[in-house]
C-alpha cells in the first residue's frame, strides 16, 4: 500500500489548460502539503492544509488553487498553465505540525508546460 | 526566518570512501534538522532527525549526522559509501512553530563512482 500517492504521475499539456493534480495519504495524518521542486532541484512550500484547514499559503499565483475534501486529500488546481508551471509537484504528509517524524512523500508529479 | 546552506552542490566520491555532505542553518530559534534522501524519478525518503538529545543522529543506510549548535551546523557523514547511494541530499529545518514548514536547502548531489 502506497502511503503517500500522487496522481497523475506525468502530466504535458499546453500552454492555457487547466489542469488537477490529486493527493491521497493512508497514514491517517492530519496535515498535508504542496512542493514545487524546480529544475535545479530546489523545493519550496506552496500550500499546507490541516485537518481540512488552510494553514500555509506562501507567495503562489492565484491560478494555483489547492482544496482538501477530507484530511486524506489535498488536490492542485492549476488554471491557465504557463511554461513556468513546468516543475515537479510533490505532496507531503505529517501527524501534527511540530513535525517530530518529519514528512512522509509521495513520489511526485513531473508537470510540463508546452 | 529560517535558511538552509548545502555547502557543496556536488560531491564525488569512489566506493567504499568515507564521505560527509555540509549542511548550514541560519535560526532565531530552536530547530528541529532533518536529512532527506532523493533517487532519480522518486520522492524524498527521511534518512533521519535531530529533535533534541544527543547530537549524534543514526539514520537509514548507515548514515548518521551530527547537531553543532555552536556552529549552525548538521553535516552528514557514511564511513563507507556505496553505488545505490547515488542521489540527491536534502537537508531541512524545522522551527517548531505551528506551522509544519519545513525549509530545505539547495541539495547536493552525491556522485558515487567504481
Known amino acids: 500500500d502506497t502511503a503517500v500517492s500522487q496522481t497523475p504521475k506525468y502530466l504535458v499539456t499546453q500552454m492555457g489548460n487547466d489542469k488537477s493534480i490529486k493527493c491521497e495519504q493512508n497514514l491517517g495524518h492530519d496535515t498535508m502539503y504542496w512542493y514545487k521542486q524546480d529544475s535545479k532541484k530546489f523545493l519550496k512550500i506552496m500550500f499546507s492544509?490541516?485537518?481540512?484547514?488552510?494553514?500555509i499559503n506562501e507567495t503562489v499565483p492565484n491560478r494555483f488553487s489547492p482544496k482538501s475534501p477530507d484530511k486524506a486529500h489535498l488536490n492542485l488546481h492549476i488554471n491557465s498553465l504557463e511554461l513556468g508551471d513546468s516543475a515537479v509537484y510533490f505532496c507531503a504528509s505529517s501527524q501534527g505540525r511540530r513535525l517530530n517524524y518529519g514528512y512522509t512523500f509521495g513520489s511526485g508529479t513531473r508537470l510540463t508546460v508546452v | 526566518a529560517q535558511s538552509v546552506t548545502q555547502l557543496d552542490s556536488q560531491v564525488p566520491v569512489f566506493e567504499e570512501a568515507p564521505v560527509e555532505l555540509r549542511c548550514n542553518y541560519s535560526s532565531s530559534v530552536s530547530v528541529y534538522l532533518f536529512w532527506y534522501v532523493q533517487y532519480p524519478n522518486q520522492g524524498l525518503q527521511l534518512l533521519l532527525k535531530y529533535l533534541s538529545g544527543s547530537t549524534l543522529v543514526k539514520g537509514i543506510n548507515g548514515f548518521e549526522a551530527e547537531f553543532n549548535k555552536s556552529q549552525t551546523s548538521f553535516h552528514l557523514r557514511k564511513p563507507s559509501v556505496h553505488i545505490s547511494d547515488t542521489a540527491e541530499y536534502f537537508c531541512?529545518?524545522?522551527?517548531?512553530?505551528?506551522?509544519?514548514?519545513?525549509?530545505f536547502g539547495q541539495g547536493t548531489t552525491l556522485q558515487v563512482k567504481p
Open positions: 492544509y490541516n485537518n481540512k484547514e488552510l494553514i
Open positions: 531541512a529545518v524545522s522551527d517548531r512553530s505551528n506551522t509544519g514548514k519545513l525549509i
